[in-house]
Each structure stands twice: as C-alpha cells, then as structure tokens.
C-alpha cells in the first residue's frame, strides 16, 4: 500500500492551508507590579479582554495584573495566570 504525502500548498486542497494556520499576535506591556515591573508577552485578545474588564470595572489594568500576581500560586506564571483570570471573567459573565 502506498501513501502519498501532501503538502500544505497542494493544489488538491483547492487552498492554502496555510493562510488558515495563522498564529495570533502577540503584543507586550510593561506592567508595574507591586514589587517589581513585569514585561508581559500576551495575546492582543488576552489583552483586549484586559482592557475591557478594566473598562467594566473602572480599574486601571495595573490594578488587575497586580491582584492576579498577589492570588497566583507561585508556580504558575504571570501570563498564564492572566489568561486564565480573562477567561474566568467572560465565563462567569456569560452564567450571570
């Protein structure tokens, strides 16, 4: 039996699979933390979303980063723990 490889610009597939492929942007912000200034390499919809919660909130995002920072465990990452801050926000939002 033989297979044949396909490449992702293989006319067959009638596209370019990788225009589909495309990987988000990303951004970075220097944030001023309690203790020290943290450069943050984000998602520009991590970011969005930040700027928005801020926005509903009435707090600046510095304010936001620095509470998720002080309730992180101290093995979890900044970003990560960011991420997952914005995605708990909108979902608990969509409940609501």
């Known amino acids: 039996m033989r297979f044949h490889r396909k490449s992702l610009s293989d ?3 009638g596209t370019d699979l990788r225009s589909l492929m495309v990987w988000p942007s990303v951004v970075s912000r220097t944030i001023p933390l309690m203790d020290r200034r943290a450069k943050l390499r984000l998602e520009m919809a991590i ?3 930040l700027d928005e919660i801020a926005k509903k909130e009435e707090r600046p995002v510095r304010d936001l980063c620095q509470e998720v920072d002080a309730s992180r ?3 979890m990452p900044l970003t990560n723990a960011i991420r997952s801050y914005v995605l708990d926000y909108f979902r608990q939002a969509e409940i609501r």
């Open 11 to 13: 006319a067959s597939y």
């Open 47 to 49: 970011w969005s979303g």
């Open 73 to 75: 465990p101290a093995t």
